[in-house]
């Protein structure tokens, strides 16, 4: 039903991976012609979740049930999957996307429902998992399987009174620190971490009052961020400044906005939407999830 987290294959580059939310589908998406290949579908589950490249073409997937009709997750489904894309070729020296290698990394039971992803570093094997519910970061080791909770914060719970419990979001690494939203909190923070992604700073809130999914950042800090039901994308200076960079409340041209990947040259922003499923535009505008180019 929805596009969430994206990344960009290593030897494509043109290439990128999306997931689906419900069906749990992985897939390709060539830039350059528009063309859309199923990479591959996880059985024996209902939704798909964060993405993230471990190894050059080697991706960790989050997977487990949960309802779109009542936002609620299935107990102690939820597990994290590596998908394979290397093939080597008749020489044995090169890569290729291809039907990928699935297996499972870990089952995590305790988790309630995991979220967004990222690779805190090749060298420490490290994915990082946002756990929205129940408000806290795990720690997945993508080689023993080992987990942990690795972060916790009050920035990161859901927010009271709401009726769907979504609070830490999405995140992203950039240098020591470990960037996230807290999407019915209205917030995006950050917090500085060790190698083993402990927390050894202060966990700041950059900036508040709209309500970010997914994050995008450049290496100088800047982030895009969409903000799902206010249909539109953001850009936030390191420092908290907010400006528009395309959509808006009302707006059909971007949908539920729900993930974003900038091109490798930077200079365009590509846009994954839900297409209003979740919360339709006026009311009642819906269409089918897509991907937007928006160049700068």
């Known amino acids: 039903m929805a596009h969430g987290s994206t990344t960009w294959s290593s030897d494509q580059t043109a290439t990128f991976c999306s997931h689906v939310w419900t069906p749990p589908e992985v897939w ?19 939704s798909c979740f964060g993405i993230s490249e471990i190894d050059d073409d080697v991706f960790a997937v ?14 102690a489904s939820f597990s994290v999957h590596k998908l394979d894309f290397t093939k080597s070729d ?47 970061i795990w720690k997945v080791d993508t080689k023993t399987g080992d987990y942990s909770v690795a972060l916790n914060d009050t920035t990161m719970a859901p927010a009271q009174g709401q009726g769907l419990p ?31 992604a402990n927390p050894v700073g202060d966990f700041e809130v950059i900036a508040s009052g709209f309500l970010p999914d997914n994050v995008e950042m450049t290496e100088d800090g800047v982030a895009y961020i969409p903000t799902a039901p206010q249909n539109s994308v953001v850009r936030l200076t390191p420092s908290g400044q907010i400006s528009l960079v395309t959509g808006g409340q009302v707006s059909t041209q971007l949908a539920g906005p729900s993930s974003v990947r900038l091109s490798k040259d930077r200079q365009i922003l590509y846009v994954g939407t839900n297409g209003g499923q979740i919360a339709p535009v006026l009311g009642s505008f819906i269409e089918p999830a897509k991907i937007v180019k928006v160049s700068f």
């Open 28 to 46: 390709l998406f060539d830039t350059t012609t528009g063309n859309a290949t199923l990479a591959y579908s996880f059985p024996n589950v209902t």
């Open 62 to 75: 989050v997977v487990g049930n949960f309802s779109a009709k009542t936002f609620q997750p299935g107990p």
């Open 90 to 136: 008749a020489e044995g020296n090169a890569r290729a996307l291809k039907s990928p290698t699935a297996s499972e990394i870990v089952a995590m039971p305790d988790a309630e429902a995991l979220n967004g992803m990222a690779t805190l570093s090749r060298e420490s094997n490290l994915v990082l998992i946002a756990d929205s519910p129940k408000g806290v």
């Open 166 to 196: 979504l609070g830490v979001n999405a995140l992203t690494v950039l240098g020591d620190y470990v960037y996230y939203t807290g999407t019915t909190q209205m917030v995006y923070c950050r917090v500085k971490v060790d190698k083993e």
